[in-house]
């Protein structure tokens, strides 16, 4: 599934490839991929629109056109753009495709803007950009751990008066948005925190390490998905290749937390006391 630095990187693609192109026509090749407005509709707008910007909020891209509109484009599970010239074969789980009269900053001839995606939960809505203020899934959404207002200050804010364990409210996209499990993982590695610590009881330092681990991992993730094509953490790679803590070498333990698979180190990230006496006994270091 396509997580924040996934999206981040690719925006930062289409950025390169799209801005200052000029759509030419658009094919829908699988109906149920736009919701609004209507094919025709869908269509006739984005007839000769200018590509302005390419933003992202959350893990929603953001590709503005000229004359006041917006296509909003979230991925969800198998979701993936790619910019293609136009003789390239198209793959059978393309769903839209958007012509351009020719790139961008990169100049060039023509060039397709293509929508893929396997399982068809992805999607494309066109407004106005006025109306996107109003549009829910982005009113409800918390704040982008990549963007400047993500201090601790604000980050100490949106954790006052909360209670529960911490990797299920790292996963709550009304929260902070655009961590999946993947990174969510990494990131209470990274902050040396256990998965089911509750957040009524960070102290903090512990908060500070937590709100620095968010921006570094995801940052580092970004830079590497955009330089490398893949991801990069410790504990993401460690997962890979057998298991053990590149720390103190103890195995990963795995459990499930909020519905999902949950990679830890049971001697780097303590467990806290309410959860030994359910789960595995608190493991001493030595
Ligand atoms: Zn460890």
Redesign the pocket.
């Known amino acids: 599934m396509p997580e924040l630095p996934d999206v981040e990187t690719l925006v930062r693609t289409l950025r390169r490839r799209l801005v200052g192109g000029r759509i030419h026509s658009t094919r829908i090749l699988t109906p149920g991929t736009v919701r609004s407005p209507s094919a025709a509709q869908f269509i006739r707008q984005l007839r000769r629109r200018r590509v302005n910007a390419v933003d992202r909020r959350g893990k929603y891209l953001l590709i503005q056109l000229d004359g006041g509109l917006l296509l909003l484009v979230h991925l969800r599970m198998t979701g993936d753009m790619e910019v293609v010239t136009p003789r390239a074969p198209v793959h059978r789980h393309t769903r839209l495709i958007l012509r351009f009269d020719r790139g961008g900053a990169s100049g060039g001839g023509g060039q397709e803007l293509r929508f893929t995606d396997q399982r068809r939960f992805g999607h494309v809505d066109l407004l106005p950009a006025a109306a996107v203020e109003q549009f829910t899934p982005l009113v409800r959404m918390g704040i982008d751990p990549l963007s400047r207002g993500f201090s601790l200050e604000a980050f100490r804010l949106l954790l006052q008066g909360r209670r529960g364990a911490l990797k299920p409210l790292l996963l709550r996209q009304d929260v902070v948005a655009g961590i999946g499990n993947l990174y969510a993982d990494e990131i209470l590695?990274q902050a040396r925190l256990h998965p089911g610590r509750r957040v009524e009881s960070l102290r903090p330092a512990e908060v500070r390490r937590l709100h620095e681990a968010i921006r570094e991992v995801l940052r580092r993730a970004t830079a590497s998905l955009s330089r490398y094509g893949r991801p990069v953490g410790e504990l993401l790679d460690a997962r890979d290749v057998g298991g053990?803590?590149?720390?103190?070498?103890?195995p990963?333990q795995v459990s499930r937390l909020g519905g999902r698979a949950t990679y830890f180190?049971?001697?780097?990230?303590r467990p806290p006391r309410d959860l030994a006496e359910g789960g595995a006994p608190t493991r001493r270091e030595g």
């Open positions: 590695y053990r803590c590149p720390r103190c070498g103890r990963l180190c049971p001697s780097c990230q």
